[in-house]
């Protein structure tokens, strides 16, 4: 976290209030991530545990010439790789772990952006600042459109990654041993519908198509979410989403993988500004291989809280979810965001 | 066909053009927003659908089962 002082520092000289009309922000967050269980679905004595964590800064300046926006900031990710097992060209296997010990990987990211009237679009790149076992480079793109004073919203977005992976290899199904690709491409392209439904009432539907190009088949998403307002100071949400990989192409040991979740959401405002948010979700994972004709099924549950306040040009913001799957897994993730405008 | 389909149509574009004069002051409570998840969707811990940067969890490693 000291790291990211003279970057805060810069921010602020560089961006003082009212430079080109503009309105400046700051962000930090953090999150954690802890979880233990089972590693393997089909060896359940193989148990791992793992916690991460990483902290990020963001500086933001908002109405640059009236329309555009910038933001930029860095992340500093603490990463656990004591569950990633690597398998050299004889079949032997090895902890990652073992190869990277207490590192540090900071990755940089920049957003910028332009929204007037019913029209907005925002660019985005994201990426490893050092030579890291998963290191990528993100480019994203988002197109909106509005119509009927806003009611009806269609957005477009594309994304792009190119990511390094350690060399390690895995035992096909024919029981060779191959070796699994140390660079992966990757694709996503979503469409989104925002209507309004009523004063109380509003959804989105959206669908997607994506593929990590040299690993898995192609895979298609469709989320569905909805926002009741139950009173001024009470609000439920609902949120679908199914994602399955159809057909096509099995590049390694893994098989077909499908996805079902919902989310129901109560959102509620006690005092003004003050907003607590409690969750339920439940998550069915599946795995079918037409190879070995293999069928799992991993389904967990997961609980949230998640409080924001607040209080005079801060606004802070923390969560905290709690997941535990059939198989035995439990999750613990806990985040913070404090949001300074300047 | 195509005249139902039409008529659909316009009933839907005129009930849409119609909600431009609601109150909106419910409608854009944070607690509403679309864009923003107030918690995080959670894991997963079998499957990396719904990411192409890989699988959560520090582990990296897209096609592992962890």
Known sequence: MLGMRPLIWLFIVLAPNGA??????????????????PLDVSNLNRQFRLSQISEQVLGRLDNLGGHYFVESGVTLTHPDYSSVTLVDATGKSRLLSGDVRGTVEPTAEVTAGYAKGSHSVQVGWRGALTDTPFASQLLRAT????FFAQTTTLGLSLAYLGQAQPDSFFLDKDFLLKLRPNRVHAY???????????ENWKGRLQAGVSQRVEERPLGLSLIARQRVALGDRLFAGLDGIYAEEPGGDLKNERGYFQQFGVTASISAEPIYDFLVTVSYGVLWERERDPRDLS????????????????FQNLEAQTSGRYVVTNTGIKSVSLTGSLLWKL | MKWTAAAILVMLINGCASLGSVDRSRLNHPAMDMASNRVA??????????????????????????
């Not at chain 1, 197109?143 to 509005?146: H, L, P, T």
């Not at chain 2, 959670?42 to 990296?60: A, E, M, R, V």
């Open chain 1, 20 to 37: 080109w009309g503009a309105t400046p922000s700051v962000r930090v967050n953090f999150s954690s991530d802890s979880r233990n269980g």
């Open chain 1, 143 to 146: 197109v909106a459109e509005s």
């Open chain 1, 188 to 198: 996503e392209a979503n469409v989104s519908w925002d209507q309004t439904l009523t």
């Open chain 1, 295 to 310: 069928h799992v099924q991993v389904a967990a549950d997961s609980y949230a809280l998640a409080l924001a306040f607040p």
């Open chain 2, 41 to 66: 969707p959670p894991p997963t811990f079998l499957t990396n659908l719904g990411s192409i940067q890989g699988s959560s969890g520090g582990n990296g490693c897209s096609v592992c089962a962890h």
